[in-house]
């Protein structure tokens, strides 16, 4: 196994303390919050008695000190078991896997928006600094960042949706025009299957709250791109590529570009965050059926297990994405190692 | 047939430079016509394997045995023919305080294998010369005025796409700061197989990828860093530049330059940033390039020291002029500009100890140039017309120029 292997492996069996830090801090902030499952329950129902409220606690454990549901929680995740969801009784494995898919789906599609979007235009700002692309899509640049996506989002749909009716207001997909299921993404499982309107069907109605979504993240991305192109622009190889006699373009994107996307992929690595936890609001905004929203939902009803699960996951995307950063990094500039 | 100026010959038949103004064409030693001395790039000899680069042109092209060139270390006083001629030079950079003017009417001649030192203090315009020569003067200063003529070809007047070619294939350059000049990200031996790729030596994308092509490329380069003294270019050639001293950055630096057998290599302080042993070894490498090859070389240092230990001629730089140029040994022995004996004397010296006596003052503002010598202020032979008028670059005692009022005749 060569070294990398190896260091890989090290990070990956080192997000074991991680996650348990993490399943313990949740499950302690939870508890925290006023009210419990149960309360919320029997506030919706009506003519319920203590012992209803007593036996539904013991069914469900509530009763237990906190150690001890702590223990059962944790012995719980360790045979892999996620427990099952308080109000709808359903297994929280399942409903996680099935808002997965849907989250996974918007967040790549708004990170592959703003990388296309972001890259180019932080390069073009960067080689004609002060010119009037610069300037403006600086100031552009500004207002996405700016700009909370609840507000970018409803703008959308009132020009896209509303008065030029090009795009639908939500959901993932018309019903009916459903592919196939073999990844769960709807574009890739169009295109597996060859399935040309559910595909262009899916990206209409992904395109609004991908735009939304990743807006923010274009944003940063693109004046990282950029300062860090007027950095390495400035750079001795890049003047020396030039007395080599390399084409300009090829200064551009192969010396200077591939130099300043070192910095760029940490920042990108760190936006994914803000492309799952931003997804909450935006997938609520447009009605999209992903893991945001079911957790919105779990939070209100102090759905524990649900919640925990969730959460769970979340901080496991976390780690992944930041060991996808650090491989990424090694690989773009020899001079680390993991 | 465009070389015709120059004033006064050097000192083995050679022509020193002289300012445009003074000289007219008129007769003067016989000269090669331009498109005779392109041919000397087939004669040149790999400097020490005896192979040299073949321009790809279809299939059989390949790495030719070339002729050990008997002509390549003829001496100096027959291969006169100006490679280089500079005349007029002008670069300014416009700052908010105003131009800032770098290069103030440079002329440079030099001949083919000449060796040249350009010395002076920091920011006193040698790099910018450098710069200003490969057109690669960076944004946003530009040049104003002045030739560059390269074996009968106006520089200045070719497009951005021919002046391209004309780089890294007959003029390169190496900077100071090897290991700020090589790419981080690139292998060593992409980056030099970079340069022969670019001018058509190894074939570009998409044929590159081929496993034939891999091969050439991969026996072009561990030669090319084999004869620049790299040990070991086998496995070193997929190295990164981290993963090499300073000295082996610089060689690998060079190596990447004479890819393409330039005529003239511009030497941007290559010395600076190593340690004094490698210092030597580099320089020993670039002489041993010139001996053998005839490169042209073009070095800029403030080390009088290296100067000195290699070239032939100087031309001491003040505030974007030469202000004294000619034979190395007439220089430094018999210096007539005040800048040039002030620059003698504040170098240490082994066995005296005796203080050393610096220039006093500083380097003037090259934004607000006053009409008069720019030395003037710090000068201790000053005279009242030297702070009125701009003196001319003249030819003294037959061997060199000097600007200076002041001067003996």
Not at chain 1, 1 to 28: D, K, N, W, Y
């Amino acid at each position: 196994m060569r070294r990398t292997h190896v260091q890989i492996l090290e990070r990956v069996l080192a997000t074991i303390p991680i996650a348990l830090g993490v399943a313990i801090a949740v499950f302690i902030f939870m508890r925290l919050m006023p009210g419990d499952p149960v309360d919320i329950m029997i506030g919706e129902a009506g003519g319920v008695t203590q012992e209803d409220i007593h036996a539904l606690k013991t069914e469900l454990g509530l009763d237990q000190s906190l150690p001890v549901q702590l223990g059962r929680y944790l012995a719980g995740l360790v045979r892999g078991d996620l427990g099952y969801s308080i109000p709808s009784s359903r297994p929280v494995a399942v409903v996680i896997l099935e808002a997965l898919p849907a989250t996974m789906e918007l967040a790549l599609c708004s990170l592959l928006f703003a990388l296309v979007i972001a890259v180019p235009i932080g390069v073009v700002s960067a080689v004609r600094q002060r010119s009037f692309i610069d300037r403006t899509s600086m100031a552009a640049s500004f207002l996405g960042i700016s700009m909370p996506a609840f507000w970018l989002g409803i703008l959308g749909i009132i020009v896209f949706s509303l008065h030029l009716r090009w795009l639908p207001t939500s959901g993932r997909i018309t019903y009916g025009f459903e592919p196939a299921t073999i990844t769960g993404l709807f574009t890739v499982d169009a295109l597996l299957t060859g399935n040309m309107p559910a595909l262009w069907d899916a990206l209409k109605h992904l395109a609004l709250p991908a735009a939304t979504l990743g807006a923010g993240v274009a944003a940063v991305v693109a004046r990282v791109v950029r300062s860090s192109m007027l950095e390495v622009l400035r750079a001795d190889y890049v003047l020396f590529a030039r007395a080599k006699g390399v084409v300009e373009r090829a200064v551009t994107i192969r010396h200077a570009l591939r130099n300043a996307l070192i910095p760029t992929v940490t920042v990108v690595g760190l936006q994914v965050g803000t492309l799952l936890g931003g997804n909450m609001i935006v997938e609520s905004i447009f009605g999209w059926p992903g893991l945001g929203r079911v957790v919105v939902d779990a939070i209100f009803s102090r759905d524990y297990p649900l919640v925990q699960a969730a959460v769970m996951v979340y901080a496991l995307t976390f780690v992944v994405v930041n060991l996808a950063t650090d491989v990424l990094y090694t690989y773009l500039n020899p001079k680390m190692t993991l | 047939m465009a070389l015709e100026t120059g004033t006064i010959p050097g000192p083995c038949g050679r022509r020193a430079p002289g300012r445009s103004a003074d000289c007219a064409p008129g007769p003067d030693i016989p000269r090669k016509q331009g498109g005779t001395v392109n041919n000397a790039r087939s004669q040149s000899a790999g400097y020490t394997a005896g192979i040299e680069p073949v321009r790809e042109s279809g299939v059989a092209a390949g790495w030719a045995p070339a002729r050990v060139a008997a002509d390549a270390v003829r001496p100096a006083d027959e291969r006169a023919c100006a490679v280089l001629q500079v005349s007029g030079l002008s670069t300014v950079y416009p700052t908010t305080r105003g131009d800032v003017q770098a290069v103030r009417g440079v002329d440079l001649t030099l001949g083919e294998g000449d060796v040249l030192a350009i010395v002076g203090e920091s920011g006193c315009g040698k790099s910018a010369c450098l710069l200003s020569i490969m057109r690669l003067v960076p944004h946003p200063g530009r040049i104003v005025a002045g030739s560059i003529m390269f074996v009968g070809r106006d520089l200045m007047s070719l497009s951005a796409r021919e002046m391209r070619e004309v780089r890294g294939r007959d003029i390169a350059m190496v900077f100071q700061d090897p290991m700020t000049t090589l790419n981080p990200a690139f292998r060593v031996g992409d980056q030099i197989a970079e340069s022969l790729r670019v001018h058509g030596f190894l074939p570009g994308l998409p044929a590159s990828l081929t496993r034939r092509s891999r091969v050439r490329q991969r026996e072009m380069v561990i030669e090319l860093m084999r004869q620049v003294g790299i040990p070991s270019p086998e496995t070193r050639h997929l190295e990164y530049p981290h993963q090499f001293s300073g000295g082996m950055q610089q060689r690998v630096l060079i190596a990447t330059a004479l890819a393409c057998r330039p005529k003239i290599l511009l030497a941007d302080e290559p010395t600076t940033a190593l340690d004094v042993t490698i210092q030597a070894q580099v320089l020993d490498l670039m002489r041993e390039i010139n001996e053998t090859t005839g490169t042209a070389i073009v070095l800029v240092t403030h080390d009088l020291a290296i100067a000195a230990e290699f070239c032939r001629e100087v031309a001491v730089m003040y505030a974007g002029q030469i202000v004294e140029q000619g034979p190395i040994d007439a220089v430094l022995e018999d210096p007539v500009h005040p800048y040039t004996r002030g620059l003698l004397r504040s170098i240490p010296r082994l066995g005296e100890r005796k203080p050393l006596t610096p220039i006093m003052g500083e380097v003037p503002d090259l934004a607000a140039l006053g009409p008069g010598c720019s030395f003037a202020p710090r000068c201790d032979v000053r005279r009242p017309c030297c702070d009125i008028s701009q003196p001319e670059l003249v030819a003294v005692d037959g061997r060199r120029l000097v600007r200076c009022h002041a001067r003996r005749d």
